[in-house]
């Protein structure tokens, strides 16, 4: 049993100026189920994809049971016996399960025999590891649970000893799920190794023998899975950060601002991602909605906003109704003081090819103040710019660069000083400091304190637990698209942690 | 949106790049020269000297150019809104109904000057609401709007060739083509202006509509640049999801741009058919609609970089002319060649010689620092 | 018995008229199926032809006229493979290029070498793929119905015709039957699928685009040494655009494509016929709307009216890795 199915020595990877993969070592072990646990970005997809040869690390050494390797092709992890279960299913949505499983190891040109043969395979490794599935079956027929057992015979049909599952959990419903851990546990016994990639603290503890950390980047621990706890798991995730301080009052909440009652939101492929949401934003207070990514943060933000058409579901603004169900977009909130800080900087809230000035009038371009006759008041709108610059401290400070050539920090201050300086009544916030240094960091959390302070309702949205600390004067927990706790911000990161991890609050305190 | 965003300088950028585009281009057309037995460099001097050797061959050009300019805006407005507008042939092919609609009615009516603007009225409608049709469907129906233009390039023409022979064709003429207007549908000539700065023309079909053209490439710049409606359609190209964000309609964009985009089209028609031959004949469009895309391509989708383009090919079409004269292997057909190759290394190519650029700036750059920011003067 | 032998007159200049088109649609098919899309089918086929009447006629035959056809077109189609796969270029700026390039290169290239005006010389002999002959088609004529049928319509046309014909169960067969037409749909589906896979996305497309170069030399070869006898210019005249109509027409599929193209060719076929003359029920249609017909159909397919037309969902888009 102690015998190393994959080592992996110095892994190092940078994509441009981010480096994804620093200096990875990972054993593990023949025959055991390793789970990878990080939060998003902490470079887990990175590394398995270079094992399994999508990537080529920059610098160090793999090894495949005991021997030194070189995978540069999927082709070649294929060979040396290493399958891989993709987060987005690499699957062909109109091809049948067989084809599916067939491509890239069809053997002879003519597909008659090789069919025939995949076929009675097929079967047999669906009753050897009860993944059952129609072969003639067409793959955007299947429910998403049955697409990624796909996945996972097309691994196996491949020969894979080694299997790796890239967060398998995000799209099945629990049921799906257990069934899924039900399988891996079977093919552990049969003597595969598997490697779990994934956020979900419950699913380490539930099924893995070991668990290795990553948090930004590097490999922080690796732990026996029976010797530890979700606690000190959640604490390695998170990490002991230093906490940035932000001189923060007394909040002194006032009336009630934005109001949201029982939201619900489907994402665009249909999955419901917002599941009857409610919770008030008053004014003079922060509210910071901590969550792992992909819980339905996102969805949230743009249902608010007027993005996203909502399912079901009501926001008052103000004490009056806004129609996000149906007509009401993005302008219409504006003017009734809804300011948007989008979590996606670089498509959504800003144009990068666009010079500085043009994007800090981006949304509020139609209105009247920005209008000259036929034209739009440029001058207005360059002047403005010049101020926001000054008063946010842009570098450089040049309103007629584009916005391309700006850093993360200060594209992000342009996106804050334009939403920030329409004086809105209700602000909304998704990820502000991600990608932003920290010189930029501290001031934007400044800024955000300032709003607070003169009334404004700040809804808060991160992924950074440290800055919902810091921040908020309120802290709710999402996880699956609900909202399943309310803490004070003195609660503890432990507490916040496993509530993020969907561990239920009872089974916390015990 | 795979090309980097480039840390080359403005001047690189639209200068420097293009040009390498356009001198590959026209060094793979002097390999054709070649092919047919002939100087590529002798063809290129008669080529220009037939362009630019006298007033009267500087006023062909600047005719050629006005269809050009037409059309290289209409390819270009689509651009900034990320629609590729290659019926840009069609509509300026209907935008010829919009003009004859004015000049058969009005041309014994009324002095040029008042019928002008009702052609530009006529034509801009004719082509816009050619445009109109694939517009919505591609906003409301998801059908693409290259596919859709391209047919309906194809039922333009078939719908003037009826138009011609069995509607507009006056009774017991046997051309396909509508009666020669009065003169009240004539445009005034321009080769005045040549004249009185010594470039004497005997006759050239250079007529007030270049000017319309010019006009037309300042209001399609105030457009661009200086509108809301501009600022939006921009918005809509450079990234759909932040015209979401910044609660942009996307469907009305879409069909506004391509209202905008078929009526520069149709407006072309204003200059061969009440400058030139003061009558509507079959093809007269002749392949401008194309040339556009070559024109907004090179020139960079800019009215400044649109007008020079289309002048340069409209030296293509003058001295292509002369260069048949003086070589006959070497017809008008090489401006084709010149134009696909210009697509081809403009643009499905455009990005071929952009690394090696880039690193031979970059490592100019390492040795000198602290390259000075240059504002990005174009948008 | 006079209307069944305008109807056979008919259907036997459908079969003609329909061929390029078939020929050039299939050629597309290949492409477009591995996430390809190429407008440039007229400017291949037109390449293709002029190539097959300049190398028939130095060479006096037909078969080196073909190769040349082959060769000219799979080069052209290569260009665009190599901007839209290895460049990652716009994939319908490259088509409108190559469609000037082969448009102005024929004239230029055929008043250079043969001077008639753009056209090659006129092919007679072995210079051209003439007419066959079914085995006992004249001893059969006199059958009626059946006998006229097999004579007059599927008797006496040329090689290239029954090879037209034949490439549609062989397509069906290679995308449907073959590793390699399994890939090739995978690609132009999924191509991110193909590369986990272990399968060069770069080279499966490069391949795919060949056969469409083949296929377009081919239809070129067809329009001047079959049709006609000599290349004249400009003589796609469009054909490369019905054919890419009739792929979307056909969504994609082989055997489709085969009745899109003969309806396309029949519509041409009958305005021919009809020069205009009235049709029974309808009255007088004017030529050109039979002629612009076959667009006016495609777009109202594609407005989504009769039925999806949905095109390979990795289609136009260059392949990168995701990061």
């Known amino acids: 049993m102690a015998e190393a199915a994959i080592e992996l020595i110095g892994i190092n990877k940078s994509f441009g100026p981010v480096r994804a993969n620093r200096d990875i070592n990972l054993e593990v072990k023949r025959g055991t189920i390793h789970g990878i646990i990080g939060e998003n970005g902490a470079g887990k997809s990175t590394l398995m994809s270079i094992l399994y040869g999508f990537y080529q690390a920059d610098s160090g050494d793999i090894r495949v049971a005991g021997q030194p390797v070189t995978i540069n092709t999927p082709n070649d992890a294929i060979a040396k016996g290493i399958g891989m279960v993709h987060q987005h299913f690499m699957l062909v949505q109109n091809f049948s399960v067989l084809e599916n499983v067939i491509l890239g190891m069809e053997g002879e040109p003519l597909l008659n025999a090789s069919i025939a043969k995949a076929r009675s395979e097929l079967e047999r490794l669906e009753r050897e590891y009860g993944l059952e599935v129609d072969p003639d079956a067409i793959i955007e027929e299947l429910p998403v649970g049955l697409q990624q057992r796909v996945e996972i015979l097309k691994a196996l049909y491949r020969g894979a000893d080694i ?117 008030d934003v008053r004014a003079g207070e922060i509210v910071g909605i901590a969550g792992v990514a992909g819980n339905g943060q996102s969805e949230l933000l743009e249902a608010v906003s007027g993005i996203r058409r909502a399912v079901s579901g009501t926001v008052m603004l103000e004490g009056s109704p806004v129609d996000v169900t149906g007509a009401a977009g993005p302008g219409d909130l504006r003017d009734r003081g809804l300011a948007h800080v989008p979590e996606d900087r670089h498509y959504m809230g800003l144009i990068l090819p666009f010079e500085e000035y043009e994007n800090s009038i981006l949304g509020y371009h139609d209105e009247p103040q920005y209008q000259k006759g036929l034209f739009l008041d440029i001058d207005k709108a360059r002047t403005e710019a010049a101020q926001q610059i000054e ?28 939403e920030m300086e329409q004086d809105p009544t209700v602000l909304i916030v998704g990820q502000p400091t991600r990608g932003v240094d920290v010189g930029a960091i501290e001031f934007i959390h400044k800024r955000l304190i300032a709003m607070r302070d003169q009334g404004k309702a700040v809804l808060l949205v991160s992924v950074e637990l440290d800055e919902i600390r810091s921040l908020s004067d309120r802290i709710l927990v999402m996880f699956d698209g609900r909202i399943v706790g309310e803490r004070g911000p003195d609660a503890g990161e432990g507490e916040l942690g496993l509530l993020m991890a969907g561990v239920e609050a009872k089974e916390a305190a015990e | 949106m795979s090309a980097p965003y480039a840390k080359l300088p403005g001047w690189a950028d639209y200068g420097l790049i293009p040009l390498i585009n356009l001198i590959v281009a026209f060094a793979v057309a002097g390999i054709v020269v070649l092919l047919v037995g002939e100087n590529p460099l002798r063809a290129a001097v008669i080529l220009v000297e037939g362009a630019f050797g006298g007033g009267q061959n500087i006023a062909y050009t600047l005719f050629y150019a006005t269809n050009f300019i037409f059309t290289g805006l209409a390819v270009a407005v689509a651009f900034h809104c990320g629609l590729f507008n290659i019926g840009g042939e069609g509509q300026a092919y209907v935008g010829g109904l919009g003009v004859v609609a004015v000049a ?3 041309d014994g009516t009324f002095p040029w000057w008042v019928n002008f603007p009702l052609a530009i009225l006529g034509s801009a409608l004719a082509g816009a609401l050619w445009a109109l049709i694939p517009a919505f469907l591609q906003a409301k129906r998801g059908s693409h709007i290259v596919i859709t233009t391209i047919m309906f390039n194809f039922i333009a023409a ?12 006056p009774a017991g003429s046997m051309a396909p083509q509508t009666r020669t207007f009065l003169e009240g549908a004539h445009l005034p000539k321009l080769n005045w202006m040549l004249d009185a700065i010594g470039l004497p023309v005997r006759s050239a079909p250079l007529n007030v509509s270049f000017l319309l053209a010019l006009v037309a490439a300042f209001v399609v710049w105030l457009i661009i640049w200086r509108t809301r409606l501009g600022y939006e359609i921009r918005t809509q190209g450079h990234s759909p999801k932040a015209a979401r964000y ?25 200059n061969p058919i009440m400058g030139d031959q003061h009558r509507l004949q079959l093809d007269f469009v002749t392949g401008a609609g194309f040339v556009g895309i070559a024109v907004a391509l090179m020139g960079r989708s800019h009215p400044a970089g649109i007008v020079p383009a289309a002048i340069l090919f409209g030296m293509l079409y003058q001295g292509g002319a002369e260069l048949a004269f003086e070589m006959p292997a070497i017809s008008r057909d090489m401006i084709v060649i010149i134009q696909g190759l210009v697509i081809l290394f ?21 040795t000198t620092p602290a390259v000075p920011a240059t504002p990005g003067e174009r948008a | 018995m006079d209307f069944f032998n305008v109807l056979i007159l008919v259907l036997d200049s459908t079969v003609r008229l329909s061929v390029p088109l078939l020929l050039a649609c299939l050629a597309g098919l290949y492409s477009e199926r591995s996430g390809i899309f190429d407008i440039g089918l007229e400017g291949k086929m037109l390449a293709g032809a002029f190539a097959s009447g300049a190398a028939a006629a130095v060479s006096g035959s037909a078969w080196v006229g073909l190769a040349a056809a082959i060769l000219v077109s799979v080069f052209l189609a290569l260009v665009h493979g190599f901007a839209s796969i290895t460049s990652r270029g716009n994939q319908i700026v490259s088509g409108v290029a190559i469609n000037f390039v082969a448009a102005g290169a024929t004239i230029i290239l055929g008043q250079a070498w043969f001077s008639q005006g753009g056209r090659t010389p006129l092919l007679t002999g072995d210079g051209r793929f003439g007419a066959l002959n079914l085995p006992f ?26 090879f037209a014909f034949f490439m549609v169960p062989f397509t069906w067969w290679v995308l449907f039957r073959t590793r390699f037409g399994l890939r090739l749909r995978a690609v132009g589906e999924n191509p991110a699928a193909v590369d986990t896979a272990g399968i060069s996305v770069a080279w499966l497309r490069y391949r795919a685009v060949i056969c469409t170069g083949i296929l377009t030399g081919v239809a070129g070869t067809y329009l001047a040494l079959a049709q006609n006898a000599g290349f004249v210019k400009d003589m796609t005249a469009g054909k490369g655009f019905i054919a890419l109509a009739a792929l979307i027409f056909a969504k994609w599929r082989p055997v489709p494509a085969m009745f899109a193209c003969l309806l ?34 495609t777009v109202i397919l594609l407005a989504g009216f009769i039925g999806k037309a949905i095109p390979p969902r990795a289609g136009g888009v260059p392949y990168v890795k995701e990061r």
């Open chain 3, 137 to 162: 088609a004249a001893e059969l004529r006199d059958v009626p119905i059946i006998g006229q049928i097999y004579s007059e319509l599927l008797s006496g046309h040329s090689l290239l015709v029954y």
């Open chain 1, 163 to 279: 299997l790796i599952l890239d967060e398998p959990t995000g799209v099945l419903t629990p049921a799906e799920a257990d069934h899924l851990f039900r399988i891996l546990g079977q093919l552990k016994d049969e003597g595969k190794t598997v490697v779990l990639i994934t956020h979900k603290l419950r699913e380490i503890m539930a099924i893995t023998d070991t668990v290795s950390v990553m948090r930004q980047g590097t490999m922080v621990a690796t732990r026996t899975t029976s010797e530890t706890s979700v606690e000190e798991l959640a604490e390695l995730m998170v990490g002991r950060r230093v906490l940035l301080h932000v001189e923060k009052g007394e909040a002194k909440p006032g009336e009630i601002k934005l109001s949201v009652r029982n939201l619900t939101v489907r994402d665009s492929r249909g999955v419901t991602m917002v599941k009857g949401v409610s919770f």
């Open chain 1, 391 to 418: 008063k946010y401290d842009i570098r450089p400070p040049n309103p007629r660069l584009k916005t391309a050539n700006f850093s993360g920090g200060n594209q992000q201050k342009i996106v804050l000083a334009r």
């Open chain 2, 104 to 106: 058969l009615t009005l």
């Open chain 3, 264 to 297: 396309f060719g029949f519509l041409d076929a009958l305005s021919i016929r009809l020069q205009g003359s009235p049709l029974p029920l309808i009255g007088k249609v004017p030529v050109q709307f039979m002629q612009a017909l076959p667009y006016i159909l």
């Open chain 2, 246 to 270: 910044a609660g942009i309609g996307e469907a009305r964009i879409i069909i506004i741009t391509m209202m905008i985009s078929g009526a520069l089209a149709g407006m072309m028609a204003l």
């Open chain 2, 158 to 169: 078939s719908l003037m060739v009826y138009l011609l022979v069995d509607v507009l064709k």
């Open chain 2, 346 to 366: 403009a643009g499905a190519l455009e990005n071929l010689f952009r690394p090696t650029v880039q690193s031979i700036f970059a490592s100019f750059t390492s």
